[in-house]
């Protein structure tokens, strides 16, 4: 049994024989791809996804068509496509019913319309990872949205986050504690995937385990979300969902059997009231369970390779800790990892003067709204120092479905990059990082640093 550190909350009290464990989907696959070894590691070839090199920053001439979502090139570097597409026109047709809406302010009027569903309209299939979370946020409107997300928002207060981030920092304490100065680390998994996957196991109140299948599972199920998903993708992101799916329901199935105190403890409890499925528990857990790490591991890599290109970034880090919120607001701006908001509009809308009909699919990318230089001067450079006002980018997404773990992100990349820079004169870059990449989402396949 763990500590109650929701503190205004009464203890769960489960009673383990009426959990029903047993209604699951697909029950016999999903327990096939608990006894196999998820096979989606770093070691595997991901060519058709992968990038080397330094996020790019450049926005030089963009030539060919506009979206042309499996192009490397347009992968690698999307900014000066963006940049042609907010010049030339407010939205843009990419065929397939699909629009794309580039500019902020447009972006700002549009997006948080009732109108603006997250839900697949019926004529398109629905693929194996939205699926998989029917029954959460991720797949629901308001006003049912609105009571999904009531089972889980009191678990990421300030109070309690102050709390989970405390074993963040336990965590990388440990971590760096066998970590020989000056030798090549992998920055991102070692410094973000498995100390802020470690905390979101505690918020949970499950084991951590080995958090490395787990990221590469949720990589391999949400690439079925590109736009033009590469042949052979349903397959992958079918595999992906079953394993992550796999993994967190023996630990639930445990967790019913010998309870404890955290929100996965509480979502039982919550279902032995009655109150909801036990696919709700699953879904609900395994969401946070995997989305714990990658995305707030990508906004620590990137931060990382800030600190290596520019030193004085790391030395204001480390000295004036009144810089480090806006620090890791401007990595968060240009280094967004889910690159691109979609929704379906239930009734015809009227965007920057495009009528665009119901039912279509409406594409809007994160990283061409963040770099819209009638709201962001310069947008290309980091500069740590814009006004409040002029920072208020999309990375986290906005309105209804904005991320519900922003707060914690933010506060687990300040705590990690903050001990990074007060234990550490430098972070250098020992090898080219490798970058996997959709146009949808994107992650660190590696990334070789030096911390001296
Ligand atoms: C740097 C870190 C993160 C980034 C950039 C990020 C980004 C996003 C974005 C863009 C959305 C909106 C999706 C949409 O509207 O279609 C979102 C939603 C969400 N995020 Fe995050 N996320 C991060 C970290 C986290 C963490 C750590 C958690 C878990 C605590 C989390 C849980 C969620 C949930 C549950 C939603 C759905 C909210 C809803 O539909 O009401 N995120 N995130």
Redesign the pocket.
């Known amino acids: 049994m763990t500590e109650n550190l929701l503190d205004d909350t009464p203890a769960t009290d489960v009673d383990i024989l009426t959990a029903t464990p047993a209604a699951v989907p697909a029950e016999e696959r999903i327990r096939a791809a608990a006894q196999a070894e998820y096979v989606g590691m770093r070691e595997r070839d991901d060519s058709a996804h992968e990038i080397r090199g330094l996020s790019a920053v450049s926005d030089g001439p963009a030539e060919g068509e506009l979206f042309q979502w499996n192009d490397k090139e347009f992968q690698r570097n999307p900014y000066p496509y963006y940049a042609r597409a907010r010049r030339t026109s407010p939205v843009h047709y990419a065929g397939d019913q699909t629009y794309v809406v580039t500019r902020y302010d447009d972006v700002m009027s549009s997006f948080k319309l009732p109108i603006m569903s997250?839900k697949f309209p019926g004529h398109l299939e629905h693929n194996p990872f939205e699926s998989a979370f029917d029954e959460?946020?991720?797949s629901?409107d308001p006003p049912e949205?609105a009571r999904s997300?009531r089972l889980?928002s009191r678990w990421?207060t300030p109070k309690l986050i102050k709390q989970w981030v405390q074993f963040t920092e336990e965590a990388l304490d440990d971590i760096l504690g066998s970590y020989e100065r000056g030798t090549v680390m992998d920055g991102h998994f070692t410094l973000g995937v498995e100390p802020?996957h470690r905390t979101?196991a505690r918020?949970l109140g499950l084991e951590a385990g080995t958090a490395e299948p787990l990221f590469w599972a949720l990589w391999d199920g949400m690439l079925i979300q590109a736009t033009d998903p590469l042949p052979g993708t349903w397959e992958r992101s079918q595999a992906g969902v079953d394993y992550m799916f796999a993994r967190t329901e023996a630990l639930l199935k445990e967790k019913v059997a010998d309870p404890g105190t955290g929100l996965a403890d509480e979502l039982i409890a919550t279902h032995q009231r009655g109150e909801i499925t036990w696919n709700e528990v699953v879904q609900n857990t395994v969401?946070?369970y995997m989305?714990?790490a990658p995305?707030?591991a990508?906004?620590i890599g990137s931060a990382l390779e800030v600190f290596a290109q520019h030193p004085e970034v790391m030395a204001a880090f480390r000295d004036r800790p009144e810089t480090r919120a806006r620090i890791v607001e401007e990595v968060?701006r240009l280094n967004?990892?889910?690159l691109l908001?979609?929704?379906f509009p239930t009734e015809d809308v009227t965007i920057g003067g495009v009528e665009i009909p119901a039912g279509s699919c409406i594409k809007f990318p994160?990283g061409a709204v963040n770099r819209d230089p009638d709201v962001f001067e310069n947008p290309d450079a980091f500069d740590f120092d814009r006004p409040l006002e002029a920072s208020r980018h999309?990375?986290?997404?906005?309105?209804?479905?904005?991320?519900?773990?922003?707060m914690?992100?933010r506060a687990?990349?300040q705590a990690i990059l903050g001990r990074v820079a007060e234990n550490y004169e430098a972070v250098t870059i020992a090898e080219e990082p490798v970058r996997v990449i959709t146009d949808r989402l994107v992650a660190y396949k590696s990334q070789p640093i030096i911390l001296h």
């Open positions: 997250i959460t946020v991720l629901m949205h997300r889980f990421f802020t979101m918020v969401n946070f989305s714990g995305n707030p990508y906004l968060a967004p990892v889910e908001l979609t929704r994160i999309l990375t986290f997404g906005l309105g209804t479905h904005s991320c519900a773990g922003q914690i992100a687990e990349a």
